[in-house]
């Protein structure tokens, strides 16, 4: 869904509404349907494909780093002389660098691109890594595991923005489902490659090993990643360009959506009016638009100094849909990731730290060892994966018959709905693997509630991670990384105290009052769904206000 006309076109109408004419006001163009050269949303699907596996595999990559040591703790312990408080620091600075880090790179990808920050990211992973596996010092450990979390940020934040450009709003809900198993897969095989290479070659060649593929994500970054990012497209670097040249000449420049440039000289007026712009119900798009010939945001040369983000940053926070969803996924993924043990935040501080918590309570109740540990985080592993795909393709299915039955008009809080069946099953599976583990019931039954816990956690994840970009057209990025600092900064939090909680309540009483944390959360999801879309125009109409003069 684009940034649209202070016209209320984005929320629900009935049809006395839907068959009116067009009201006689100036229309503003859907900035995601403004015509770029080489658009990426048209190139081949065997293009896109490759586009979408090269950023899959970089968030897999990302998302091993995290806790890859978690079967070699003992051994870092012993080596660098630190204690288990100091090993769990690891964990907890590696989520808060890695939730927060993202707020720059998004900046810095929407001034130069995608493909450029991912290439300083995967030399700063690469880095990370080496040092990582040659410390001498817990300190040196410590300091590069925050370097190679400062790294692999970028994949987690930048990504989602990268199938933004590729994927009309259609098709999102599956590829984002498809593209979330990737970082997903990466928590849950981790342990048990971790504890192989360690048991092998010692716990260094664990870090050697991601330094190796962070070194074939570069090369496939420089090599086969073309970049996605249109500076069209981009509402952060319109306004950059929008101030950049109103200093200089603020008749060349005309207002679009949301007080963005339009990209239109006023030389170009006569062929602009030209152009057919309809609002096509709630899409906006933009109609037998010209390609662009010359426009101020290839004219103008901009860095770093001329963005602000905190005015970005504020236009996504003060959208009560947006705020309510970004708590949502923060504390709903923390109660559900607590399921797998002990109490993370968000759907990553819960792969996270999953193993970390995990290896407690199945080391104590169960008296398992780090592969059998890792084998049973392969079947939440498996459970996330099989949620986020399955996910995925529902939200699409779910926004194109409800678009249908709206008379072909859509608008975001559509996608919401999708979420609707594992919201009604996921709390139950919360306090079904609690009391398992309180009650030291078979590790089977133990396994079939994590499985469920994560389909239906990653069931939700993936319609609101797609929501969040639906309603932040132009800026996308800027919204996922948002939601990447809630996440990383909850789970900072959590990852602290989850051993505390659970030996205060113990294992069963510790998911039982996350099932109620969560049920609040799914509150919050079902007030966005109906209340959401009047919120979001009341701002766009707002921002529209502003620019559309």
Not at 35 to 53: E, G
Not at 312 to 339: C, E, P
Not at 538 to 545: I, S, T
């Amino acid at each position: 869904m684009g940034q649209t006309a202070p016209t209320d076109s984005s929320a629900p109408r009935d049809s006395s509404t839907a068959m009116q004419p067009p009201q006689t006001e100036k229309v503003c163009v859907d900035i995601e349907q403004v015509p770029v050269n080489d658009d990426p949303r048209q190139w081949s699907r065997t293009r896109k494909t490759i586009t979408l596996w090269i950023v899959s595999v970089a968030t897999m990559v990302s998302t091993m780093s995290s806790n890859i040591q978690t079967s070699s703790d003992s051994l870092v312990a012993r080596d660098l002389h630190a204690t288990s408080a100091q090993i769990s620091w690891t964990l907890s600075v590696y989520i808060l660098a890695q939730g927060n880090c993202p707020l720059l790179w998004s900046i810095a990808s929407e001034m130069a691109g995608r493909k450029p920050i991912y290439i300083i990211a995967s030399v700063i992973f690469i880095i990370g890594g080496i040092l990582a596996a040659i410390s001498r010092t817990f300190a040196i450990f410590l300091a590069m595991r925050a370097l190679q979390a400062a790294g692999s940020s970028t994949f987690l934040a930048i990504s989602a923005a990268t199938l933004a450009d590729i994927y009309e709003p259609h098709e999102r809900g599956t590829m984002m489902g498809l593209f979330y198993a990737a970082p997903l897969l990466g928590p849950a095989v981790a342990p048990v490659l971790g504890g192989t290479l360690s048991d092998i070659l010692g716990w260094r060649a664990n870090f050697y090993c991601l330094a190796g593929c962070g070194a074939l994500v570069l090369a496939a970054m420089i090599f086969l990643f073309k970049d996605t990012f249109r500076r069209e497209r981009s509402l952060t670097y319109q306004m950059a360009v929008k101030n950049r040249a109103g200093k200089h000449d603020k008749s060349n420049v005309a207002t679009g959506t949301s007080g963005v440039p339009n990209q239109i000289r006023r030389g170009d007026e006569e062929q602009a009016s030209k152009e057919k712009v309809s609002q096509s119900g709630h899409e906006n798009n933009v109609h037998e638009a010209a390609e662009p010939k010359s426009s101020s945001a290839t004219d103008v040369k901009l860095s770093l100094a001329d963005v602000n983000p905190f005015p970005q940053m504020w236009q996504v926070i003060q959208r009560k849909n947006n705020l309510l969803i970004l708590w949502a996924n923060g504390n709903f993924m923390h109660a559900s990731s607590a399921l797998a043990d002990a109490s993370a935040g968000l759907v990553f501080a819960f792969n996270y730290s999953l193993s970390y918590t995990c290896a407690r309570v199945l080391a104590i109740r169960y008296h398992y060892g780090p592969l059998q540990i890792g084998i049973i985080l392969l079947i939440l592993g498996a459970g996330s994966i099989f949620g986020s795909i399955i996910g995925g393709r529902w939200s699409d299915h779910v926004v194109a018959k409800l678009k249908q039955r709206n008379g072909g008009e859509w608008y975001p809080e559509m996608r919401l709905h999708s979420a609707k069946p594992a919201m009604l099953w996921l709390p139950l599976f919360v306090i079904g693997y609690g009391w398992a583990a309180e009650k030291r019931l078979s590790v089977e039954l133990n396994g079939v509630m994590l499985f469920f816990t994560g389909f239906f956690a990653i069931w939700i994840y993936a319609s609101t991670l797609a929501y969040l970009v639906d309603a932040n057209a132009g800026r996308s990025c800027f919204a996922v990384a948002m939601n990447g600092s809630f996440r990383g900064t909850l789970a900072f939090v959590a990852t602290e105290v989850a051993v505390p909680w659970q030996d205060a309540l113990g294992v069963g009483g510790m998911y039982t009052a996350f099932a109620g944390v969560l049920i609040i959360m799914e509150l919050l999801i079902l007030l966005v769904m109906y209340e959401g879309a009047s919120w979001r125009e009341k701002c766009v109409a707002a921002e529209a206000a502003k620019g559309c003069e």
